[in-house]
C-alpha cells in the first residue's frame, strides 16, 4: 500500500509539475506577444509621416495662387497621389488646372507622385502668378487678400501618401487629421 500511495504522489506531482508548466508557458507567450504588440507600434509611431495640405493666397508682388504640401510627421512620406477638385469635377492634369484658372499666368509645376518627402520637409506642387492680380481674379483697383482668397475657395486638393512601413493616410485642404487608410489606388488622381 505503501508503495501504491508513494507511486500516487508521485503522479500527482509530476501532473502539478506539468500544469504549471504549461501555465507558465501560456503567460509567457502572451506576455512576448503583447511585448511585440507594442513593439510595433512604437516603430509605427516613430516613423509616422502626417502631410498638412492648404492652399494659398500671396499678394505680394503680385499674385500668387498655389498648394503648399508639408511633412509635420516624424517619417518620411511616400506620395502615392494628389487629386485636385474644382467644385465636384476633377482636375485631369496641369494643363486642365491652368485651363480652369488662366492660361495666361504663368506657372510653376513640382511632380509630386512618387515623391518622397521627408519629416520638415515641404514642397509647392504648383504655383499660379500674375502681375496683374486685378485683371486675374476680375476686379478693379487694389485686390484686398481676403477677396483673393476666395478665389480659391470651391477649390479642394486631397493627397493619399503612405510610410516606410506601407500605411497609408489621406490628407486634404480641410482641417480634419488625416485619415488611415487601407491603400492608396489611383483611380480617382489628377496627373500631379
Known sequence: ???????LSRLRFETVGSITAIVVGVIALWVSYDQAQVMRQDIRASVWPALQVQGFVDTQNGLA???NIENAGV???LIERISVRQGQSLVADI?????RIDESADISFDTGTGRILASGGAFQPFVFRTDDPAG???VEGPV????????????????CYCSSLGDCWL?????NPPAEIDSCDADE????
Open 171 to 175: 490628407s486634404d485642404t480641410t482641417t
Open 65 to 67: 495662387i498655389g498648394l
Open 95 to 99: 494643363e486642365d488646372l491652368r485651363s
Open 1 to 7: 500500500m505503501t508503495e501504491k500511495r508513494s507511486l
Open 144 to 159: 484686398d487678400p481676403l477677396l483673393a482668397s476666395r478665389a480659391i475657395g470651391g477649390w479642394t486638393a486631397e493627397v
Open 75 to 77: 517619417g518620411p512620406a
Open 189 to 192: 488622381a489628377s496627373a500631379l
Open 136 to 138: 486675374f481674379l476680375g
